[in-house]
């Protein structure tokens, strides 16, 4: 399967602790994106990388939250310190330059 | 700031008739797209729309773009079971700052038989 990859599919976790999200886009895809959906809403744009370059990061990245890709391939999230109002499915998706963005199939964080 | 918005948020039909999912968005946006989602699973790409007056259909479902009124349709006909799950329109705008999707609320659909 060439499409793009999330790991794990599903984390639990107690408040306080630091969790790492990893995501494997389409291969030759340069440009990677994580958003958040929390349930009942749509996604929500949190960060995008150009290669290995952090181009963009949005309001809802507080700083607990950190992405990085560090050889323009695979992407790590990671949260410190989680939070219940974590708790979603975080969503990252790749594309070739500015074309059409292919979604992975999400992590669902659950925070107790 | 872009803002997308859809109406309804929800939505429940019979089997056999005919509807129509609408979004708005509140600014000039480059491409619109329509994506699938089934409970606890991820997006699925139905539609690209780049200019005003496409229109595109697959199977039951057609979706049409009019930029000037900044508003995008998503109709569906003679609806199936198979068609009950949340869709959500997206737009996004070229340009540096603003290579990221903006997703409207979505609507969820059941199909009744």
């Known amino acids: 399967d060439t499409g793009v990859s999330q790991d794990p599919r599903h984390k639990i976790t107690k408040r306080g602790q630091n969790v790492t999200f990893r995501c494997d886009p389409i291969?030759?895809?340069?440009?990677l994106y994580w958003y958040r959906q929390t349930l009942g809403q749509g996604p929500e744009f949190l960060t995008y990388?150009?290669?290995?370059?952090?181009?963009?990061k949005s309001r809802l990245l507080s700083d607990r939250f950190s992405a990085e890709r560090p050889k323009g391939s695979f992407s790590t999230l990671e949260i410190q310190r989680t939070e219940q109002g974590d708790s979603a499915m975080y969503l990252c998706?790749?594309?070739?330059?500015?074309?059409?963005?292919?979604f992975g199939p999400g992590t669902r964080l659950t925070v107790l | 700031e872009l803002k997308v918005e859809q109406n309804p948020l929800f939505l429940s039909m019979q089997e056999g008739k005919n509807y129509t999912i609408y979004c708005n968005y509140s600014?000039?946006?480059?491409?619109l797209y329509w994506y699938r989602q089934d409970p606890g699973k991820s997006l699925e790409s139905l539609f690209v729309?780049?200019?005003?007056?496409a229109v595109k259909q697959e199977g039951r479902l057609m979706a049409s773009l009019d930029t000037k009124a900044r508003l995008s349709t998503l109709h569906i006909t003679a609806a199936v079971h198979d068609l009950s799950a949340t869709y959500f329109c997206?737009?996004?705008?070229?340009?540096?700052?603003?290579?990221?999707?903006?997703f409207g609320t979505g609507t969820r659909l059941t199909i009744i038989p």
């Open positions: 998706a790749s594309s070739l330059k500015r074309n059409e963005q292919f």
């Open positions: 291969s030759e895809h340069n440009r």
């Open positions: 990388f150009q290669n290995e370059a952090q181009l963009e």
């Open positions: 600014t000039t946006s480059d491409r």
């Open positions: 729309l780049l200019s005003n007056g």
């Open positions: 997206a737009v996004d705008k070229l340009g540096f700052g603003n290579e990221k999707l903006t």
